[in-house]
């Protein structure tokens, strides 16, 4: 056999009989998942954010995702069959430091369906007050449409989901219009997304016991207070309200359909703060669906499963089809 830079069509098969040896058919449409880690977006007051990519491929749709300001690449020619959509996820953490590895193992079952799933970091509260969780994540997705071509990102078809106080951020991803403003580390480029999926978000903290096992809540040193600056809410109701996505929301509010998941034994946020929410979205003329995981905690495999993935399929093509 001649020693060449050959390519996949022009190398012979292997197709001689050996006896006692098994042949497994294929058809190169076998899905796999590739990982680009720490990929860093920004870089602010001495702090680097990151994303975490995962992208589907197949022997017949390699997809070698480029850490930007490569030259080269296997496949240089990205045809637009290549592109594929794009789910930003937020992984909750309180609004604390992000463990952003923790659920990419769950989040490849997405990637299987045919999405590049990207998990955001965000700044965390010991460092940053809110809105800067939702800018950050809007700063990524910028990002991530400015290096469309290298990550095989259709910038089209784009969705922002997340869970926890990641919920929480993508709803106020999608509430927030900052595209023209010093937020913006991208100038011309927006951070609208044709959907948000929301996993048991922390969404609000307008009820008494709407983090029923937060002894502290509403005080400096609780999550809620301290991603508002260390203050007491329980003297600031108009910081409540500014933290509150429900309050947050009025029939001139422009946003995407949302897709809300909760379960109904979530002993960290309670299941209310979704259906408070879900009620606003109804009142106010928007798009929501939501599902409550019966017997579900705060997370857990019963958020991943085929039935809900599915759901989320589903959602997601009839954001893309209107």
């Not at 309180?94 to 299987?112: H, I």
């Not at 509010?253 to 209310?272: M, S, W």
């Not at 929501?288 to 093509?317: A, C, N, S």
């Amino acid at each position: 056999m001649e020693v060449k830079e050959w390519t996949y069509e022009e190398f012979p098969e292997f197709t001689e009989k050996i006896d006692g040896v098994g042949i497994i058919e294929t058809t190169g449409d076998e899905l796999g998942v590739r990982y680009l880690h720490d990929i860093e977006y920004a870089h602010l007051n001495g702090v680097s954010l990151h994303i975490q990519l995962l992208t589907p491929y197949t022997r017949k749709q390699p997809r070698y995702p480029l850490v930007p300001g490569m030259s080269t690449a296997p496949n240089t020619q990205i045809k637009s069959e290549s592109l594929l959509p794009c789910i930003v996820f937020i992984q909750g953490s309180a609004w604390m430091k992000q463990n952003v590895y923790m659920q990419l193992p769950m989040m490849a079952n997405l990637a299987k369906k045919g999405y590049i799933v990207a998990c955001v970091e965000y700044r965390d509260s010991g460092i940053a007050q809110f809105p800067a969780q939702a800018i950050d994540a809007g700063n990524a997705i910028r990002f991530l449409k400015l290096h469309a071509n290298e990550f095989f990102i259709d910038q089209e078809r784009m969705i922002v989901a997340g869970d926890s106080s990641g919920g929480h951020t993508a709803m106020f991803v999608g509430i927030r219009k900052n595209d023209e403003t010093d937020e913006n580390l991208y100038p011309g480029i927006s951070s609208s997304v044709k959907g948000i999926i929301n996993y048991y978000g922390s969404v609000s903290v307008m009820m008494e016991d709407g983090n029923p096992s937060t002894i502290n809540h509403h005080l400096p040193d609780s999550p809620e207070g301290m991603v508002m600056g260390g203050v007491n809410l329980r003297e600031r109701p108009d910081l409540c309200k500014q933290l509150s996505v429900e309050c947050n929301i009025t029939q001139d509010t422009e946003i995407a359909p949302v897709l809300i998941f909760h379960g109904t034994k979530d002993r960290i946020v309670n299941t209310r703060q979704s259906i408070t929410l879900y009620n606003k979205l109804k009142e106010t003329g928007k798009q929501v669906e939501l599902y409550l995981i019966r017997g579900g905690d705060h997370g857990g495999p019963e958020f991943w499963t085929d039935e809900v993935i599915h759901i989320m399929h589903k959602f997601i093509q009839n954001c893309f089809n209107k």
